[in-house]
């Protein structure tokens, strides 16, 4: 273990996109476990579009870093030190805290993980925050009927991806190839490529029923137009506009009427008591193989600004990871 800890401050709130230097690297004691908590070394820390919000000073749903803290982040790491019953040196755990090498965090927040039931890492994506945003906004808002169509945006994300049949839209021909190869959709459509509009209509020729919104923008504009009668749209988020200075215009709202759409919103953090439930019907799809996931991976601490920077231009390819240090249980699985 080492004797100091490393992390990302947020310097600077960022105007528009953000910049490298709106962070900095900073050396810090190593945290003290006090009375119930742990302390956690971090393997794996997720990079989520949320930590714009956080970033920013506008009020939120959330509140947001202050300038000068550590980068809130989730963490899954290895215990060093526990001054928690519940938790031994060793065991591995969700829920260390920022983008850093060590956190101390209490025992009441942490969830163990069994290595040999899923990867590690998986905690942070498909099994984890993302996945449970998937389920519940499909499950509870979108609710997809047989023989109706269903489009996702941002199809080949953390959260787009967690493997219904549907029509993706996703950045560039190799994310699509992936999302109808790997994902098993019956179509993907590269939101870059020219006429949007028509190759939705060609992709979706009894219109929408279901709009998975994760990226706004342009997308939005395309798809909107297309929703059938009493279609939905899941209001997940909108990582296009993210940086935006000014909210865009939305659509008409009055097809809203006329067509009888449900557009609903949704913060999976009101829904944390579902994800007991939701590992438990995931994991062992997830064992099988049933359920698809992709990660991609980057090495160290110091690239997670950058990392984090490209997640809001679609430069990731799956559910965006920083590996902070080496992961001891990968390839000691069953
Ligand atoms: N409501 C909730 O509780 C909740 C929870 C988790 C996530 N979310 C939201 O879900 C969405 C997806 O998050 P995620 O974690 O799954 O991230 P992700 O999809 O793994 O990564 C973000 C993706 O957004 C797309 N994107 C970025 N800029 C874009 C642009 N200008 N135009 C079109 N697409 C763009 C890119 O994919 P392409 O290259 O394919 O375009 C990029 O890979 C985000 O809006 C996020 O805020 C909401």
Redesign the pocket.
């Known amino acids: 273990m080492e004797n100091r800890n490393r992390q990302v401050l947020l310097k600077r709130r960022p105007t528009g996109a953000p910049t490298t230097s709106d962070f900095e690297i900073a050396e810090a004691p190593l945290p003290d476990a006090g009375e119930g908590e742990v302390l956690v070394r971090g393997i794996y820390l997720s990079l989520?579009?949320?930590m714009r919000g956080r970033i920013s000073g506008a009020r939120s749903y959330a509140k947001p870093v202050e300038v000068g803290a550590v980068m809130e982040g989730r963490v899954v790491g290895e215990v060093m030190r526990s001054r928690n019953p519940g938790f031994r040196e060793g065991d591995f755990v969700l829920g260390g805290y920022g983008w850093q090498l060590y956190s101390a965090v209490p025992g009441t927040g942490l969830l163990k993980l069994d290595p040999a039931e899923a990867p590690l890492s998986t905690a942070l994506g498909v099994l984890g925050?993302?996945g449970l945003?998937a389920y519940v906004?499909l499950s509870e808002i979108g609710r997809p009927q047989r023989g109706e169509t269903v489009v996702v945006?941002?199809?080949?994300?953390?959260?787009?991806g967690a493997g219904a049949r549907v029509v993706g839209?996703?950045?560039?021909a190799d994310?699509c190839r992936y999302v109808e190869a790997e994902f098993g959709f019956d179509a993907c459509i590269d939101?870059r490529a020219a006429d949007l509009g028509a190759a939705l209509d060609r992709a979706c020729p009894n219109g929408i029923d279901v709009y998975w919104e994760?990226?706004g923008?342009?997308?939005q504009q395309a798809v909107f137009p297309r929703l059938n009668d009493f279609g939905r749209m899941v209001m997940?988020?909108?990582?296009?506009e993210?940086n935006d200075l000014e909210p865009r215009p939305g659509p008409n709202l009055m097809s809203a009427v006329r067509k009888r759409l449900k557009i609903q919103?949704?913060?999976?953090?009101d829904q944390w008591q579902r994800f007991a439930e939701y590992r438990a019907m995931a994991a062992p799809l997830l064992k099988s193989g049933e359920l698809k996931y992709r990660e991609d991976i980057v090495d160290g601490l110091d690239r997670a600004p950058e990392a984090f920077i490209g997640?809001?231009?679609?430069?990731?390819?799956?559910?965006?990871v920083v590996r902070l240090a080496d992961d001891p249980t990968r390839g000691a699985r069953a």
């Open positions: 989520d579009p949320y925050m993302p945003t906004g945006s941002a199809a080949s994300g953390a959260v787009g839209i996703a950045g560039g994310k939101h994760n990226v923008g342009a997308v997940c988020g909108m990582v296009a993210y919103g949704f913060i999976v953090s997640l809001l231009q679609g430069r990731n390819f799956g559910k965006l």
